[in-house]
């Protein structure tokens, strides 16, 4: 495999801590998906009322999730764009009876807008911030994670979700989202930030061939000494591959999600929980963790 140059001196990121949580990262976590949006490409519009989030809270934890990540702006090909007012009008309920019903469970926020982490926090504290631009759709972005000290996913994505198929065009795949990675770290880094996660992003800018070339050496993200996280579930990778449709792609998501497992992930966001969970388990009795 190409190796690709990175800071050596960067040190190995093995937990991190979220508000008052230490996240370890010696074994692998599943992050369930709460989408609060009405138009998710998988079940958008099944979580938009108090008892269904709960619920559906109730569930992503008792299936065995280490994490909960909300989101309230729809980043499918083509997703209508909202303003910050429409997406907090969608979180914040849900955050406040989570919060009050699950106080200890760990929330991961999946927005790009620095304004909604600020209220987030602000409200209900700490959380874990997934943004799916890598800061490159909010300037304030990486000065508010780092001035709020919270965990922070970088993905990779090329434009926005309104765009990214239509950027879907790179010289050398592996080398330039390695570059993205290094050069968006540094940058965080020189302004105090340390806990950071990577996503590789798929479906975000990148055809179905990249995704596979993508999933097939993830070993290329090992010396950014980073943890990464994986999001393939259900995602037309899958169906456009195999037939069918989003609701018939569990089978393939468990399948990449071994697959990531054995390329280094530290963390699967799914839909399906208790299936990830179980393979996760027989993952670590493979290398009996």
Not at 40 to 55: E, P, R, T, V, W
Not at 153 to 169: D, E, L, R
Not at 242 to 270: Q, Y
């Amino acid at each position: 495999m190409q190796k690709y140059k990175t800071n050596p001196s960067n040190q190995k990121i093995e937990s991190i801590m979220c508000g008052k949580n230490l996240i370890s990262f010696d074994k692998p976590l599943v992050m369930g998906i709460l989408n609060l949006t009405p138009d998710s490409f998988f079940d958008g519009g099944q979580y938009i009322d108090a008892n269904s989030i709960l619920k559906r809270a109730r569930q992503i934890i008792s299936e065995g999730a280490d994490i909960i990540d909300l989101g309230a702006y729809s980043t499918r090909p083509g997703a209508k764009d909202i303003d910050v007012e429409e997406e907090w009008r969608r979180m914040q309920p849900a955050l406040a009876i989570i919060r009050k019903e699950l106080p200890d469970v760990i929330l991961s926020i999946d927005t790009f807008r620095s304004e909604l982490v600020s209220r987030v926090v602000g409200e209900f504290g700490s959380c874990i911030v997934n943004d799916i631009s890598g800061g490159t759709m909010d300037d304030h972005m990486f000065a508010t994670v780092a001035e709020l000290n919270v965990p922070y996913i970088m993905m990779h994505i090329k434009g926005t979700p309104q765009t990214m198929q239509s950027q879907a065009v790179y010289k050398d795949l592996m080398a330039e989202l390695v570059m993205f990675f290094e050069e968006r770290v540094k940058q965080l880094n020189a302004l105090g930030a340390k806990q950071i996660i990577l996503d590789p992003g798929f479906g975000f800018g990148k055809t179905l061939e990249h995704n596979y070339q993508i999933m097939s050496q993830l070993e290329a993200f090992k010396a950014l000494n980073l943890p990464l996280l994986i999001g393939i579930s259900r995602k037309s990778v899958i169906y456009k591959l195999l037939g069918g449709e989003a609701k018939d792609s569990l089978n393939g998501t468990t399948a990449l999600n071994m697959v990531a497992l054995l390329g280094g992930a530290h963390i699967l966001r799914v839909h399906d929980v208790k299936e990830a969970v179980e393979c996760v388990k027989i993952y670590n009795q493979m290398l009996m963790k």
